[in-house]
Every structure is written in structure tokens, then in C-alpha cells.
């Protein structure tokens, strides 16, 4: 629909060039005026279309204009005069306004603006052309966000919220700082005021000669740190980030007035340089682990780093400088190790060998996510092939792995993996493993279940480790008795042989709550027991000696495997009670194992009968087990 010919006939281009050089003209402006045509009186009668010199531009009607919101830069009523950081006085006629001026840096309207000619800071003089203005713009929109080098559209509700928080600690800090920087005076050792009343140090005439020492207290500052990275756990990760990071640069600017006075003795709350890198490792710890388990957008995780390695560390917290160098889960030298294509975390770049290195927040981290998400065949890759600086935390960790592999239904390798250690610098995590791991172990090998969450206990549910089989009878017998041999602590607990004799007792079957099912099992031939006792010597010896042996399959493997599997287990417990019986706590744990295989328990009595003394000391730890369980005994 055209206008009507009544309608004054102006026009307004919107130029969408922002970056062109500055100029007198049109140039740099958002707004661009064409000014009417005067009227001929043979005008109505021709063709309304004003045509440019080149041929470009068609206007084909007019209407008058109406002057937008607009930056004073951009305003076209008044003459704007451009510098980069000029803030002493208005420039020209900089200061002059339009009702539709906006100012740039406050982003509301010039005549609301109350630093407008303020000197030393003077909006009048705002720019977009200007790197200092952009920079105050962004601070005064962003706020404290602004030292992040974020960008206005990056700003969700999270990080403004983890802002304000900041600014107000800041100015709290500010406070708690400036009361530590005076001081407490405090009169010399063994002086004291003889006035009456007793009056405070430097309040007393007669004692203003004195020379008092001021002591410089930091604990109520770090109360007021604490305090904040206490609200920081409760926040969403985002605000947290910036709270922490934000804490961190506040107290890196801290001194100690006192410098290296030692008649100070303070506590590490009191002493700056003690109470800074405590709370430097709080603030560092609690973000390795949100950049591993936080799911930040990467731009966001790269400014975060970037920010705190912008910080200037006090020579007290030089140890901190790279700790936040978590490499993100897309590394290459993560993802090779995680996907098997690098077992051992080594790499060859620039001719260097490095190798997969992390802190143990961190490495904890990592393993925490994996395990969320049920990856245990990576969470295995990367214990094995990632390196800490603190070793036997790491090697706990370690010791998890053979039941990691249990969860991805790699029995024998689990197995395998109690009695060889990741490294040859440690040892087996088989000596490390209580007798109830012990027991559990021996369940998993039997059943081929395992338990549903991710800690190695009994108690809880138990799922079966996907489509695997559990351990052969004789493959079982071999693992648990290495493990048995392998430790001291295992071999001399009546607990774990206990397991060992109910795990070989029981049905390969768990009934619906998880519970073994122990098996009645008729007394064999006194043949076939002999037959046993004979080849079961022999076996546990070779194995005590460390030789490669196996169990012959035709006798342990066959229709009777479960009472031959009974015999080698009396054989077993002979052995070890003519040994360490001294050692021994209890033996009514062992006797009960048996359950109803009467005839397995009568065997092993029977052995014990050949020698008197080891008869008569198991009889009396049996009677002290007898008066000191007898509740037990009574409900058993």
C-alpha cells in the first residue's frame, strides 16, 4: 500500500556496516537521513522514484522520520567526537543529547545517566570504535563476570548469580582485610599494666612509653573464605566455578604485613602464609573435580582455566600454579587410553615420552563419572595406565580393578589380576584384601554374579555379570588357595578359611535375595577319599612352592567334584592348623562352614587326631569359641 501524497517525504536507511573507518560524514553511524526532494508542481503527474547517480538505489516513496533509540555515537542530531579512552572532560559536544540518546556503557537513556560528565569518567565520550569503552561496557553490563572475559550473550542465570554472590563477598573480604592489615597491638611478654583499672594497650599513660608489637591475625579472614566456599557447595556448578575462582585471585592478593618476623608464633588459621594455601588447596581441589565431573560448555571450561592461570600466585602457592591443567575428556592422550589403543599412557611427542599424569582429585573424579555411567572396561584402561603423585592412594584405587573386571563378567582375568600387581614397583593387591573381599570374591568366581552397585560388599542385591560363566570347580580352587598362600593376614583368619569351605559346600546357584545355597552332600567312598587325600597332598604343596600345577580334571571336575572339592578343603585346613594354629582366633567359625557335611568335618577331626598337641589346642580354642558364643551356638 503507498502513501498518500500528503505524507512529507523523508527516508531512513539502516546501514548494517558497523565496522567501517571513521569518517565525517555517514561512516561508523547506524542511522542514515536521505533528505527530501522539493516538490514541482508537475510533480504529481510523474512517476515518484528518485533514482542515485550509480543507479543503485531506487526510493520509490517517502515518509517522514522517526529518530529511533540510538548510542550517542550514533546520534545524528548532534556531532559526536570519537577517541579511544579520553574520560577527563566531554569532547566537543559530546555531552549534548537527543531524547532518544542512549548511553553506551550504562545501556539506558543519556539524561538517566549519572556518570554522563562525571570527570575521570565521562559516558559523554562512549564508543563502540574504542577497545577501553567496549571493556567498560562489558564490565558495567557483566559486573564482576566481565574479568572472566565473558561474553554478554554467555551469561546465564547461573554465572549472574555466582557474580552477585562474589561482589558482595568481595566487599565483606575488603572489610575483613583492611581490619587485618591494622593490626592488634598487644604489650611485650611479661608486661602488664599496673594501672587501676586496667586499660587496653595504648590507652594507658603509663604504659604509652612501652613498645607494644602489633600482631597481625588472619583467622577472621579465612572464617569469612571458609564460609564462602561452604555456600559454594550448595550453589549449581556454574556459580560455584565463579565463586571459587573468584575467592581464589581475592586471597592471592593478600600480604603479610608481619613479613618473616618469627616471634609470631601463630596457628594456620592465624598465619596468612599458612592459612592462604590451605584454602588455595580446598578452592583447587573442588575445581579439578567439577571440570572432570561438570559438563561445561568448552568455551566456558577453556576461560575457566585460563582465568585462574591469569592469577598471580604469592610465592607461598607457587605449588598451585598448574593445578588446574585437567585435560578435557577429548585429549588424545585420554580417549587412546580409555578406547584400548594405548594400554600404558606413554606417547612419543617432539620426541619426548610422556605419559598420562593427573592429580589425584582428579584421577578420583574420573573414576567416579566412569563408574556413573557403568564404563568399567574404561575405568580399568585408565587405572592401569594413568600415573599420580601420590601412590598409594592411587594404588588403592588399583586395588579395585579385579572387581571392576568381575562387573564386565572377566572372571579369570579378575583372578588373575588379585595376584599380579599393575606395576613391578607394588605388590599384589591380594595383600591388601580383607576376609570379607575375600568372601565375596569366592562368591563371584562360584556364581558368576556380582553385586549390583559399585562397592565390594555382600550386602544389596546381586545381577548376573552379563552372558559369562563362572570360573571352572578347578580353576576356583587354584585362585582362592594362591590368595590364601599369597597373604599372611588371609592364611591365619579362621574367617577366610571359613568362606573357602562354605563357597565349595554351596550350589553355583544364589537364591532370589543373594544368598548361597549350601548343599548336603552324601559321604563318598573311602576309596575315592583316599584317592583325594593323596593327589590333594601333593597338589597344595607344588602350589605353596609356587610351580605351575593344576588340579587332575577327572577327579575334581567330575560327578563327585563338589565331595573331592570338600576333601582337598580338610586337607587344606590340616596343614594350616599344624602350622599356625598358635595364630588362630577361632575355630567354630570353620566347624560350622561344614554345614550339614558331617562326614567332611569328622574327616578333618580325624586328621587332627593324629597329633596330640595339635588335638588338644584345637579342642581348647574350640571350647573358648564354645563359652564365648554360646548365644550363637544356642540359635544355630
Same mark, same amino acid.
Given at each position: 500500500?503507498?502513501?498518500?501524497?500528503?505524507?512529507?517525504?523523508?527516508?531512513?536507511?539502516?546501514?548494517?556496516?558497523?565496522?567501517?573507518?571513521?569518517?565525517?560524514?555517514?561512516?561508523?553511524?547506524?542511522?542514515?537521513?536521505?533528505?527530501?526532494?522539493?516538490?514541482?508542481?508537475?510533480?504529481?503527474?510523474?512517476?515518484?522514484?528518485?533514482?542515485?547517480?550509480?543507479?543503485?538505489?531506487?526510493?520509490?516513496?517517502?515518509?517522514?522520520?522517526?529518530?529511533?533509540?540510538?548510542?550517542?555515537?550514533?546520534?545524528?542530531?548532534?556531532?559526536?567526537?570519537?577517541?579511544?579512552?579520553?574520560?577527563?572532560?566531554?569532547?566537543?559536544?559530546?555531552?549534548?543529547?537527543?531524547?532518544?540518546?542512549?548511553?553506551?556503557?550504562?545501556?539506558?537513556?543519556?539524561?538517566?545517566?549519572?556518570?554522563?560528565?562525571?570527570?575521570?569518567?565521562?559516558?559523554?565520550?562512549?564508543?563502540?570504535?574504542?577497545?577501553?569503552?567496549?571493556?567498560?561496557?562489558?564490565?558495567?553490563?557483566?559486573?564482576?563476570?566481565?574479568?572472566?572475559?565473558?561474553?554478554?550473550?554467555?551469561?546465564?542465570?547461573?554465572?549472574?548469580?555466582?557474580?552477585?554472590?562474589?561482589?558482595?563477598?568481595?566487599?565483606?573480604?575488603?572489610?575483613?582485610?583492611?581490619?587485618?592489615?591494622?593490626?592488634?597491638?598487644?604489650?611485650?611478654?611479661?608486661?602488664?599494666?599496673?594501672?587501676?583499672?586496667?586499660?587496653?594497650?595504648?590507652?594507658?599513660?603509663?604504659?604509652?612509653?612501652?613498645?607494644?608489637?602489633?600482631?597481625?591475625?588472619?583467622?577472621?579472614?579465612?572464617?569469612?573464605?571458609?564460609?564462602?566456599?561452604?555456600?559454594?557447595?550448595?550453589?549449581?556448578?556454574?556459580?560455584?566455578?565463579?565463586?571459587?575462582?573468584?575467592?581464589?585471585?581475592?586471597?592471592?592478593?593478600?600480604?603479610?604485613?608481619?613479613?618473616?618476623?618469627?616471634?609470631?608464633?601463630?596457628?594456620?588459621?592465624?598465619?596468612?602464609?599458612?592459612?592462604?594455601?590451605?584454602?588455595?588447596?580446598?578452592?583447587?581441589?573442588?575445581?579439578?573435580?567439577?571440570?572432570?565431573?561438570?559438563?561445561?560448555?568448552?568455551?566456558?571450561?577453556?576461560?575457566?582455566?585460563?582465568?585462574?592461570?591469569?592469577?598471580?600466585?604469592?610465592?607461598?602457592?607457587?605449588?598451585?600454579?598448574?593445578?588446574?591443567?585437567?585435560?578435557?575428556?577429548?585429549?588424545?592422550?585420554?580417549?587412546?587410553?580409555?578406547?584400548?589403543?594405548?594400554?600404558?599412557?606413554?606417547?612419543?611427542?617432539?620426541?619426548?615420552?610422556?605419559?598420562?599424569?593427573?592429580?589425584?582429585?582428579?584421577?578420583?573424579?574420573?573414576?567416579?563419572?566412569?563408574?556413573?555411567?557403568?564404563?568399567?572396561?574404561?575405568?580399568?584402561?585408565?587405572?592401569?595406565?594413568?600415573?599420580?603423585?601420590?601412590?598409594?592412594?592411587?594404588?588403592?584405587?588399583?586395588?579395585?580393578?579385579?572387581?571392576?573386571?568381575?562387573?564386565?563378567?572377566?572372571?579369570?582375568?579378575?583372578?588373575?589380576?588379585?595376584?599380579?600387581?599393575?606395576?613391578?614397583?607394588?605388590?599384589?593387591?591380594?595383600?591388601?584384601?580383607?576376609?570379607?573381599?575375600?568372601?565375596?570374591?569366592?562368591?563371584?568366581?562360584?556364581?558368576?554374579?556380582?553385586?549390583?552397585?559399585?562397592?565390594?560388599?555382600?550386602?544389596?542385591?546381586?545381577?548376573?555379570?552379563?552372558?559369562?560363566?563362572?570360573?571352572?570347580?578347578?580353576?576356583?580352587?587354584?585362585?582362592?588357595?594362591?590368595?590364601?598362600?599369597?597373604?599372611?593376614?588371609?592364611?591365619?583368619?579362621?574367617?577366610?578359611?571359613?568362606?573357602?569351605?562354605?563357597?565349595?559346600?554351596?550350589?553355583?546357584?544364589?537364591?532370589?535375595?543373594?544368598?548361597?545355597?549350601?548343599?548336603?552332600?552324601?559321604?563318598?567312598?573311602?576309596?575315592?577319599?583316599?584317592?583325594?587325600?593323596?593327589?590333594?597332598?601333593?597338589?597344595?604343596?607344588?602350589?605353596?612352592?609356587?610351580?605351575?600345577?593344576?588340579?587332575?580334571?577327572?577327579?575334581?571336575?567330575?560327578?563327585?567334584?563338589?565331595?573331592?572339592?570338600?576333601? %582337598? =578343603?580338610?586337607?587344606?585346613?590340616?596343614?594350616? @592348623?599344624?602350622?599356625? *594354629?598358635? +595364630? /588362630?582366633?577361632?575355630?567354630?567359625? &570353620?566347624? %560350622? =562352614?561344614?554345614?550339614?557335611?558331617?562326614?567332611? @568335618?569328622?574327616?578333618? *577331626?580325624? +586328621? /587332627?587326631?593324629?597329633?596330640?598337641? &595339635?588335638?588338644?589346642?584345637?579342642?581348647?580354642?574350640?571350647?573358648?569359641?564354645?563359652?564365648?558364643?554360646?548365644?550363637?551356638?544356642?540359635?544355630?
Amino acid at each position: 500500500m503507498w502513501p498518500s501524497e500528503k505524507e512529507e517525504e523523508n527516508i531512513i536507511l539502516i546501514s548494517d556496516d558497523d565496522d567501517d573507518d571513521e569518517g565525517e560524514s555517514t561512516q561508523g553511524s547506524s542511522v542514515l537521513f536521505v533528505e527530501p526532494q522539493e516538490k514541482s508542481p508537475l510533480g504529481e503527474k510523474k512517476s515518484e522514484e528518485l533514482v542515485d547517480e550509480e543507479g543503485d538505489l531506487v526510493v520509490t516513496y517517502c515518509k517522514q522520520a522517526n529518530v529511533m533509540p540510538h548510542a550517542r555515537h550514533d546520534c545524528t542530531t548532534h556531532p559526536f567526537e570519537r577517541r579511544e579512552s579520553d574520560t577527563c572532560f566531554p569532547l566537543g559536544k559530546n555531552a549534548d543529547i537527543c531524547d532518544q540518546c542512549y548511553c553506551y556503557i550504562c545501556d539506558k537513556l543519556a539524561a538517566e545517566c549519572q556518570l554522563w560528565t562525571v570527570p575521570s569518567l565521562c559516558h559523554c565520550n562512549a564508543h563502540n570504535k574504542s577497545n577501553f569503552w567496549k571493556a567498560q561496557r562489558n564490565f558495567a553490563l557483566a559486573g564482576i563476570l566481565a574479568t572472566f572475559n565473558l561474553e554478554l550473550l554467555e551469561l546465564d542465570t547461573e554465572l549472574r548469580h555466582g557474580g552477585d554472590l562474589l561482589e558482595k563477598f568481595i566487599r565483606e573480604l575488603s572489610v575483613a582485610y583492611n581490619t587485618y592489615l591494622r593490626g592488634e597491638r598487644m604489650y611485650p611478654p611479661g608486661h602488664e599494666c599496673c594501672c587501676k583499672p586496667k586499660l587496653p594497650p595504648g590507652q594507658c599513660n603509663v604504659c604509652s612509653s612501652q613498645n607494644f608489637e602489633v600482631v597481625y591475625k588472619y583467622s577472621d579472614v579465612f572464617e569469612l573464605v571458609t564460609r564462602f566456599l561452604n555456600q559454594a557447595e550448595h550453589e549449581s556448578p556454574k556459580a560455584a566455578a565463579v565463586m571459587l575462582l573468584g575467592a581464589a585471585k581475592q586471597i592471592a592478593l593478600h600480604k603479610d604485613p608481619a613479613l618473616l618476623r618469627s616471634c609470631q608464633n601463630l596457628g594456620h588459621t592465624a598465619s596468612l602464609r599458612i592459612a592462604v594455601p590451605f584454602l588455595f588447596q580446598r578452592i583447587t581441589t573442588r575445581l579439578q573435580r567439577m571440570l572432570v565431573l561438570c559438563d561445561f560448555p568448552k568455551i566456558l571450561y577453556e576461560k575457566f582455566i585460563e582465568f585462574f592461570q591469569s592469577i598471580s600466585l604469592p610465592c607461598h602457592c607457587y605449588a598451585f600454579s598448574n593445578s588446574l591443567n585437567v585435560l578435557p575428556w577429548d585429549h588424545m592422550s585420554l580417549t587412546t587410553v580409555l578406547k584400548g589403543q594405548n594400554i600404558t599412557g606413554q606417547r612419543r611427542q617432539k620426541g619426548r615420552k610422556t605419559y598420562l599424569w593427573e592429580a589425584l582429585p582428579v584421577v578420583e573424579a574420573r573414576v567416579e563419572k566412569l563408574l556413573e555411567k557403568k564404563k568399567y572396561k574404561e575405568v580399568v584402561r585408565y587405572l592401569r595406565a594413568v600415573k599420580c603423585n601420590e601412590n598409594q592412594r592411587l594404588r588403592d584405587l588399583r586395588d579395585l580393578i579385579p572387581f571392576y573386571l568381575c562387573k564386565t563378567g572377566n572372571f579369570l582375568d579378575a583372578a588373575h589380576s588379585l595376584l599380579f600387581p599393575v606395576n613391578s614397583l607394588a605388590c599384589c593387591s591380594a595383600c591388601r584384601i580383607t576376609p570379607c573381599q575375600f568372601k565375596v570374591y569366592l562368591k563371584i568366581f562360584r556364581t558368576g554374579c556380582v553385586p549390583c552397585g559399585n562397592d565390594l560388599q555382600e550386602a544389596g542385591p546381586w545381577v548376573t555379570a552379563g552372558k559369562c560363566s563362572p570360573l571352572r570347580n578347578t580353576v576356583l580352587i587354584k585362585q582362592a588357595l594362591k590368595l590364601l598362600y599369597s597373604s599372611e593376614a588371609l592364611y591365619r583368619n579362621a574367617k577366610c578359611w571359613s568362606s573357602f569351605i562354605m563357597i565349595l559346600g554351596s550350589s553355583d546357584l544364589l537364591e532370589k535375595r543373594g544368598h548361597l545355597l549350601p548343599l548336603a552332600l552324601g559321604e563318598p567312598p573311602l576309596g575315592f577319599q583316599e584317592n583325594v587325600l593323596a593327589a590333594s597332598g601333593n597338589f597344595l604343596e607344588d602350589l605353596k612352592s609356587g610351580v605351575n600345577v593344576s588340579l587332575p580334571s577327572a577327579v575334581f571336575s567330575g560327578q563327585l567334584h563338589h565331595e573331592a572339592s570338600l576333601i %582337598l =578343603a580338610v586337607q587344606a585346613v590340616q596343614q594350616m @592348623l599344624c602350622c599356625d *594354629l598358635p +595364630h /588362630l582366633t577361632s575355630f567354630l567359625e &570353620i566347624v %560350622l =562352614a561344614f554345614g550339614k557335611n558331617f562326614w567332611a @568335618l569328622r574327616l578333618l *577331626l580325624d +586328621h /587332627l587326631a593324629c597329633e596330640e598337641h &595339635i588335638l588338644c589346642g584345637t579342642a581348647n580354642l574350640l571350647l573358648r569359641d564354645l563359652s564365648r558364643e554360646e548365644g550363637t551356638i544356642l540359635r544355630v
